[in-house]
């Protein structure tokens, strides 16, 4: 059977934290303060400054008594060192890691836990796109190598989220893949609700079986009125959300992507996602490349409605990855968000078609060579179904 489907909840408070100085110590905070029980769920963990900080909070609330346990994926945690790793245990948390890498497993090992979530006495959550690594914040600093948001999460809908965990912590007892559901209907994504204040709910992916995540973000793409503004750093949409995008724009919608520029984790990717760029300019879709530095969060704002959390919405995240996000519709979020996307198109190169045809000849060639690369094991792994 497919999995469940979280409905829309009302009376949630959001609040939008931009970069690592402005998330990590609210969380920290929370942490701190925490009472009965901490559940983390992360993708990306590298020990170094950040995390040494978080070690020293997650084992302090362990020692006072609360319940802590942490879910790493088994490849983004693999500059976990040994050492903080048993600290965690020795402080008497529960540490457990989502599919660790295993040569025998072949294509298996390509599913991975992309997930970002804390989750604090089940009465707070923080849901975004980051890692805990030096790039998102060094202690001390008022500036951030990777640029990335969360979202503080307050109300009914925590609980939501604490199911979500819930289910994958039980599933993942021999810390293998978990693919928990069969093949079956699509889900029907629940409409939003006419009024109430504080919407919110919970989209999530688990691979191949189950995305509402994606089908909520191609229904509001197609319903959009006003505008579509998507920032995401690795920018492999799907064919249908790159034909609600074109649509979107054809019909006078208001679409800008927001992606990232030279400084990027995987050059490869970028340019394998740029031969999508001409099609959309001449739709009358806007691009703009960041230039500050790396730009890893991943957001949606379409009219009011947004989305935010761990998806890029492309195809390798859409088929291997278990993502989470929060879609809401609540004003001062939405101010929120508009605030941050302006500010970040401010400092973004726009990409003309003009632009776009006289650019040099080598970074043609690594447009072609990594958009053919892209596409061939794409193609090799829909065979091997």
């Known amino acids: ?174 810390n293998r893949a978990w693919l928990p559901f069969k093949p079956g209907p699509r889900p029907r994504i629940p409409m939003l609700p006419v009024g109430g204040a504080g919407l919110g709910r919970v989209a999530y992916a688990n691979a191949m079986q189950h995305r509402d995540i994606v089908q909520s973000l191609v229904r509001a793409l197609n319903s959009a009125q006003r505008r579509i503004w998507l920032a995401t750093p690795y920018f492999l949409p799907s064919w249908k959300v790159r034909r609600s995008l074109r649509k979107a724009a054809q019909r006078g919608v208001d679409v800008q992507l927001l992606l990232t520029g030279r400084q990027t984790d995987n050059p490869p990717v970028r340019f394998a996602g740029q031969r999508y760029y001409p099609r959309l300019l001449r739709a009358g879709v806007k691009i703009f490349e960041y230039q500050p530095c790396f730009l890893h969060l991943k957001m949606v704002l379409v009219d009011d409605w947004t989305s935010i959390g761990s998806c890029n919405f492309d195809h390798w995240n859409l088929r291997f990855n278990l993502e989470a996000n929060l879609e809401a519709v609540e004003p001062p979020l939405t101010a929120a968000v508009v605030q941050s996307f302006s500010n970040d198109f401010g400092q973004s190169k726009e990409i003309t078609l003009e632009l776009w045809k006289s650019r040099p000849l080598w970074k043609r060639v690594q447009q072609r060579l990594w958009g053919w690369m892209d596409r061939l094991v794409v193609n090799l792994l829909d065979r091997r179904k």
């Open 1 to 174: 059977m497919p999995g469940r489907i979280y409905p829309w909840r009302t009376d949630n408070g959001f609040e939008l934290l931009v970069d690592g100085p402005q998330f990590f110590p609210r969380m920290f905070e929370c942490i701190t303060r925490a009472q009965r029980q901490v559940e983390l769920e992360l993708y990306l963990v590298e020990s170094g400054a950040c995390v040494d900080l978080l070690v020293q909070v997650l084992c302090a609330a362990a020692e006072r008594g609360v319940q802590v346990r942490c879910l790493f994926d088994g490849f983004g945690s693999s500059a976990f060192s040994v050492v903080d790793r048993e600290r965690l245990v020795q402080a008497g948390i529960d540490l457990r890691f989502y599919n660790p890498i295993k040569i025998w497993r072949w294509q298996r090992n390509l599913y991975r836990d992309h997930r970002k979530l804390l989750l604090v006495d089940g009465a707070v959550a923080f849901v975004g796109g980051t890692g805990v690594t030096d790039a998102f914040w060094t202690p001390g600093e008022d500036h951030s190598a990777w640029h990335e948001v969360m979202v503080e999460i307050t109300g009914p809908l925590v609980q939501d989220w604490q199911h979500l965990f819930e289910q994958q912590w039980l599933a993942n007892p021999q």
